[in-house]
């Protein structure tokens, strides 16, 4: 049974359905066209077909600057249609300054009988750049753009892989010297800039086949392939050296950067990067503790070296953790009175054979090492285990001198709680710290900040081995300390050297007028310290004329009454007062 609403119901749903279906199309269009995403559809002959807004910004020849882009699209197209296999590409416009990066994954398709190839872009420029920038920091040094150590490690492994028995190169290894002592001085910027500069003369002439590396810090390593000769490896190197010598104008400032450089060559000496790298390492440790801003070619004996410098940081190591320091007191003497003022600790180490070791052996080792701090509160350690003996037997009201490292005097990580740990002694005003005048050239902390903490505490500063190092008189006038010790250089033989005379009589005249107590070191004869009363205004004096460092157990066993030493120093002629001390003193040199 027909009914004529059904008719009119049908064509109604019929409008209804066509208009939804019109309404739906056009969402659907909008949606396309505004897919993030950028669509294609392409045909049999690459024809765009459809191309949604986002495509259109990607492939339009115009805003990218690509012309080729488009022709690319349709090249893949026929060739994807051709295979009929899907794939994911890749796609890179450089356009204007940003590089823009696409994945694109293309599909072939059938629709009603005909082949298309419908292709979806996302943007992956961030993710690329991101990618690309750990590349680059992983292989090439981001300061100098130099390749890092993987990229001459991987080099160098694979020239001996291929190595055919005909091969050899040279290894360089090079390390500026003093770097630290520039940053510190100059700043870190200018630090940065003077490794870019000796990156820029290192890189001058190198062959295609030769490559700079830098590895760390103010270190770079150079490979030179192929070498024929080592004349002609010395040759080049020289060369180097020379260039490096030339001052570097950063800044506004002149700077002199030597360099200091150890080589090694394949086949001789080593067969893989490590042993190659490391000997020329040893090769140029043995230039840094020498002349520096040298080169030297790595040799057999050098290992032998290395490898008893090796022994001697273990047992450093060793003695540190078994505690095995001791201390030596020097008393520091009014040359007028013949009273002891002050003593200076000074440490020594018992050897893994009981031999006791002077300073000169290891402290270098051991702040080279980082094992100064540790070292230093066990002196301080030792001292508050002594003071009882210190008491007796240079008197209760007498300084205490500690040396601390120049590397340790600008560093408030180990001030802070060394100052703390003075304190806790309950008598840190009769401590002095003897710090070298190098702590005072470069540009840290120290007289603004650090010392100020020592002052508070009524610990008393010294500057130690003053007029060898760094600064000249006038530095000197910024410096506030409570004196002044002219190092043993000036003093041994001062009555025979009028130019020392000249120095002492200008040092002495500075620190009068800068409030400071000056003390002559190394004083060994009657003679100089008939110079120091007669001529000039100096009051007092270390050095062996009067006492050799002691150690007081020993005083202790060897003057049952440790107090009539002290009397000795005090009141008798400098002669006997020196007998009294070297019954006990002396070490092992
Ligand atoms: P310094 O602080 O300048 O100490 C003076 C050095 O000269 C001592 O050598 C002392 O034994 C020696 N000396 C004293 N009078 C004379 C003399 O009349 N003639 C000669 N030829 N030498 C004399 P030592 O004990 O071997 O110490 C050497 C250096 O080691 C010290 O020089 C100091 O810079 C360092 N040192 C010693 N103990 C410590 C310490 O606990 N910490 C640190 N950081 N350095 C220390
Ligand atoms: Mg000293
Ligand atoms: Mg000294």
Redesign the pocket.
Known sequence: MHSPYKKDFQAAATQANESMFDCELSILRDVFKLLPAGVTVQDESGEFVLMNDAAAVLLQPAKTGTASQLSDRRETCLELLRAGRPAVLEEAIAGGSTKQVFLTSHRPIQVAGRNFLISSSTDISEQKAFEDHLFRSAYYDELTGLPTRRVIEHRVNSLLKYDNGQGRFALAFLDVDNFKHINDYYGHPVGDALLVEIAKRLGLDLRESDILSRISGDEFVLLLNPVESVAEVEEFIHFILQRLKAPFFIDQSEIFASTSIGVSLYPEHGRSYEVLRQNADIAMYRVKNGSKGAAALFDASMEREALARMKIEQSLRLAILEKRFC??F?PKVDIRTQAVTGV?????LRDDEGVIQ???TF?NL??ELGL?DE??HL?LAEIVKSIDLINETFGADTTI?????AK?AGNPEFMQPFAEALEATGFPQRFMI?V?EDAFVTKTHIQDEILPIFRKLGVKISI??FGIGYSSLSALADITADEI?I??SF??DIHKRPRSQGILRAIESLSEALGMTVIA????SFEELAYLQAATKIRYA????FS??IFLEDLKLATPRASEARASVSSRPAQETRAAYSRSGG?R?
């Open positions: 201390c030596a020097q200076e600790a000074l440490v020594r002077a300073p000169s402290i051991a702040t100064i070292l230093t002196v001198s500690i040396n601390v490292a340790q003897e070298t130690d081995d010790k190092d043993r003093i041994t070191e190394g004083l060994e270390q050095g062996y004329y050799k460092p070490y040199r």
